[in-house]
């Protein structure tokens, strides 16, 4: 077998955006939010479900998934690969705008429903060496929620780095299959439930028609463009530090130590 990277925009839609396989993505939910009894989530309404887009239209936007459970509560689920500037703001935006458009003005406040955001970052978000964190308005002293409408939970990759062998509950096995799948060569054996089998089924590149391969080989090239553009920009910012601090007499060794650069770059500059 041959595993896509689930971090890729085609196939993040397409395994998580499946109309016929909505149990994936219950799954999933159910898994990150670690619900149990009567809150568990039984079937879901995929609001954007995944459709193969033409190449050459494909464009650069948010990585997302949206659905509804029989309650009415709304689930965003977003893939982030690299952290883009007000990232705590646009998500703040983001989940706002989907609770104020349940209702026209003049409708009762009373028929909102929950939003829960669930956002997977390839990136460091938090202080906190939490890999997966749960959010929400509460005071700040005793933690009384009287707010309860909306909810944050955040999935840091980098953060997650329990091997194979460790993995005992189903979210740990959920967030190892998003970072990990496309190193992998079979199934794990400990791979037990039955979203995340189906999963690893939708994640084989075997199983991919060649208009979806050609998609997914597209998204990864723009995804490494934007990596390549962020990265310059950040080299450039290093580089500016470092001139100034060259300019202030501060030795070579001093700088590359506080920017990163090479002592080599700082020479050259």
Not at 43 to 69: F, G, H, T, W
């Amino acid at each position: 077998m041959h595993f896509v990277d689930i971090k890729n925009d085609i196939a993040f839609r397409k395994i998580f955006g499946n109309e016929n396989k909505k149990i994936i993505l219950i799954s999933f939910l159910n898994a990150v939010m670690k619900l149990k009894g009567k809150d568990v989530i039984e079937d879901v309404e995929i609001l954007n479900p995944y459709q193969l887009p033409i190449i050459k239209n494909l464009k650069a936007s948010i990585i997302d998934v949206k659905a509804r459970d029989k309650k009415g509560k709304t689930y965003i689920i977003e893939m982030q690969v690299a952290e883009p500037d007000g990232l705590d703001k646009r998500l703040l935006y983001y989940a706002s705008k989907d609770y104020s458009q349940q209702i026209e003005s003049g409708e009762y406040y009373t028929e909102l429903k929950p939003v829960i955001f669930i956002g997977i970052f390839d990136f460091k978000f938090t202080e906190g060496k939490k890999y997966r964190s749960h959010h929400s308005v509460c005071d700040v002293e005793d933690g009384e929620r009287v707010i309860k409408d909306m909810d944050f939970y955040f999935i840091e990759l980098p953060k997650f780095t329990k091997p194979l062998e460790e993995l005992v509950e189903v979210t740990d096995k959920w967030i190892f299959f998003i970072k990990e799948a496309e190193n992998l060569d079979v199934v794990p054996a400990n791979v037990d439930d039955e979203g995340l089998k189906a999963a690893y089924q939708d994640a084989n590149k075997h199983s991919w028609t060649k208009e979806e391969l050609e998609a997914y080989d597209y998204a990864a090239m723009r995804e490494q463009d934007e990596r390549g553009k962020v990265e310059l920009a950040e080299k450039r910012t290093k580089m500016d530090v470092a001139k100034k601090m060259k300019n202030k007499g501060l030795s070579p060794q001093d700088i590359s130590e506080f920017t990163g650069l090479s002592e080599a770059e700082i020479e050259d500059l």
